[in-house]
């Protein structure tokens, strides 16, 4: 139904309305959308009960309360025989959605699903999540998350780079359909509401429209402020908070965003030397932690073989790494890499002015405009920051600089160690 709610859309009288507009093109798209979703779409409520078992369904709930009715009519009449059929077939349901549910659970382990597998696995063990320790009964903790998550920003006046000459990245109706249909419906949905399911399920009917936007901000080197908006998520590091750095700034942002990041950013990594920065081992593809221990570990015993030698090894941990970005010196590296000016100035604009809230509970911060670092969330940020890292290498032939990303420092050394 929804689906055609949009075929039937004539899409170009939003782009002639904007006059040219990028901001006011997006924001009334999305808007527009977003009201088909809440017409279109019904609200399902669904009741839970915090002893219910999984494979209790409504139709079990329902011979439930055949079978109350039929004994309580049964006690006041002196028979009993309804009560007896109610109760032969409430077992007989029980026992066939236990099969059922058996089956569902068993069929986890057959396939390659990853998350599959450890969902049947917390069926089995009956694993519950602990309680996020996030209290939402205090209404300033999110403006003091926000403030504290804001801490690298520099308050002067944003950047501006000379105006260039039209971007010549473009992108065609069937890219932009590609990465709707390939979108994780699971994902939460950003500030702007829209879901990644309606993108996914209607990849067909708004792959047009957004291929304009999308061009159109390339050409502009200017990202729309709605997809530059972001809700931050406080995510515990640790079961005991005790500091407001022990929580991780997850940002929810706009998911037709993530889709339009992600084709940029499958053009900027085809473009960059297959050179750069081997050592990288931090976002990207086929290499990982085991890999940066592997080398260093390799490094290391090669060198030990010399007589008399000896290695010296020094860990830095980052904090916050991706809010340490400066917008400014990062264009000025992908300038150096040979990325096209009107590329790398709307990297510039996807960068600054960015409104960021902290939501924990029901309580919302006040806005802030970021202009300093690049959202944890966001599919660029992980390429941004690699880029803005690249040039960190040794000087001497007899050092190595390895760089890699992970969770857990403590880990990381505990396996560099053994």
Same mark, same amino acid.
């Given at each position: 139904?929804?689906? =055609?709610?949009?075929?039937?859309? %004539?899409?170009?009288?939003?782009?002639?309305?904007?006059?040219?507009?990028? =901001?006011?093109?997006? %924001?009334?798209?999305?808007?527009?959308?977003?009201?088909?979703?809440?017409?279109?779409?019904?609200?399902?409520?669904?009741?839970?009960? /915090?002893?219910?078992?999984?494979?209790? @369904?409504?139709?079990?709930?329902?011979?439930?309360?055949?079978?109350? $009715?039929?004994?309580?009519?049964?006690?006041?009449?002196?028979?009993?025989?309804? &009560?007896? !059929?109610?109760?032969?077939?409430?077992?007989?349901?029980?026992?066939?959605?236990?099969?059922?549910?058996?089956?569902?659970?068993?069929?986890q382990f057959n396939g390659?699903?990853?998350?599959?597998?450890?969902?049947?696995? !917390?069926?089995?063990?009956?694993?519950?999540?602990?309680?996020?320790?996030?209290? #939402?009964?205090?209404?300033?903790?999110? =403006?003091?998350?926000?403030?504290?998550?804001?801490?690298?920003?520099?308050?002067?006046?944003? /950047?501006?780079?000379?105006?260039?000459?039209?971007?010549?990245?473009?992108?065609?109706?069937?890219?932009?359909?590609?990465?709707?249909?390939?979108?994780?419906?699971?994902?939460?949905?950003?500030? @702007?509401?829209?879901?990644?399911?309606?993108?996914?399920?209607?990849?067909?009917?708004?792959?047009?429209?957004?291929? #304009?936007?999308?061009? !159109?901000?390339?050409?502009?080197?200017?990202?729309?402020?709605?997809?530059?908006?972001?809700?931050?998520?406080?995510?515990?590091?640790k079961a005991k908070v005790?500091? +407001?750095?022990?929580?991780?700034?997850?940002?929810?942002?706009?998911?037709?965003?993530?889709?339009?990041?992600?084709?940029?950013?499958?053009?900027?990594?085809?473009?960059?030397?297959? $050179?750069?920065?081997?050592?990288?081992?931090? &976002?990207?593809?086929?290499?990982?932690?085991? #890999?940066?221990?592997?080398?260093?570990?390799? $490094?290391?015993?090669?060198?030990?073989?010399?007589?008399?030698?000896?290695?010296?090894?020094?860990?830095?941990?980052?904090?916050?790494?991706?809010?340490?970005?400066?917008?400014?010196?990062?264009?000025?590296?992908?300038?150096?890499?040979?990325? @096209?000016?009107?590329?790398?100035?709307?990297? +510039? %604009?996807?960068?600054?002015?960015?409104?960021?809230?902290?939501?924990?509970?029901?309580?919302?911060?006040?806005?802030?405009?970021?202009?300093?670092?690049?959202?944890?969330?966001?599919?660029?940020? /992980?390429?941004? &920051?690699?880029?803005? $890292?690249?040039?960190?290498?040794?000087?001497?032939?007899?050092?190595?600089?390895?760089?890699?990303? %992970?969770? =857990?420092?403590? !880990?990381?050394?505990?396996?560099?160690?053994?």
């Amino acid at each position: 139904m929804l689906q =055609d709610c949009f075929e039937h859309v %004539d899409w170009d009288m939003f782009r002639i309305a904007s006059d040219n507009n990028i =901001d006011v093109y997006a %924001d009334s798209v999305s808007e527009f959308i977003s009201k088909c979703i809440g017409d279109v779409v019904p609200i399902a409520n669904i009741k839970t009960f /915090p002893n219910q078992k999984p494979w209790i @369904d409504g139709s079990i709930r329902a011979k439930l309360k055949a079978r109350t $009715t039929a004994f309580n009519q049964g006690k006041a009449t002196g028979n009993m025989f309804e &009560y007896k !059929q109610c109760s032969y077939s409430l077992r007989k349901a029980i026992k066939q959605a236990k099969r059922q549910y058996r089956d569902k659970v068993e069929s986890q382990f057959n396939g390659s699903d990853t998350r599959g597998m450890w969902q049947g696995l !917390q069926s089995i063990t009956d694993y519950k999540k602990k309680a996020s320790p996030v209290a #939402d009964h205090d209404v300033l903790l999110p =403006d003091k998350l926000n403030n504290f998550f804001a801490r690298f920003e520099d308050n002067t006046v944003p /950047p501006t780079r000379p105006a260039t000459k039209t971007c010549g990245l473009t992108f065609t109706a069937a890219n932009v359909r590609k990465t709707f249909k390939c979108v994780n419906p699971r994902k939460a949905a950003g500030p @702007d509401g829209i879901p990644g399911r309606v993108l996914r399920a209607c990849a067909d009917q708004l792959a047009g429209v957004f291929t #304009d936007i999308f061009n !159109q901000s390339l050409s502009q080197s200017a990202v729309p402020t709605c997809f530059k908006r972001a809700t931050i998520v406080p995510v515990p590091k640790k079961a005991k908070v005790t500091e +407001l750095n022990d929580y991780r700034p997850v940002a929810l942002t706009s998911v037709i965003m993530k889709c339009f990041e992600r084709l940029v950013k499958d053009h900027i990594t085809s473009i960059l030397p297959d $050179t750069l920065d081997p050592l990288q081992f931090a &976002y990207r593809p086929n290499r990982s932690t085991d #890999d940066a221990i592997a080398i260093t570990l390799h $490094t290391a015993l090669t060198h030990l073989d010399k007589r008399n030698t000896y290695v010296r090894m020094l860990f830095i941990d980052y904090s916050s790494a991706f809010n340490t970005i400066v917008p400014s010196k990062l264009v000025i590296k992908l300038e150096t890499l040979g990325l @096209d000016p009107a590329l790398y100035n709307w990297v +510039l %604009d996807f960068l600054t002015g960015r409104s960021q809230v902290v939501r924990v509970g029901n309580n919302i911060s006040t806005p802030l405009i970021l202009n300093t670092g690049a959202p944890q969330g966001c599919v660029l940020s /992980p390429l941004l &920051y690699s880029l803005f $890292t690249h040039d960190c290498v040794a000087k001497h032939a007899s050092n190595s600089i390895i760089k890699f990303a %992970d969770d =857990d420092y403590q !880990q990381r050394r505990d396996g560099l160690q053994r």
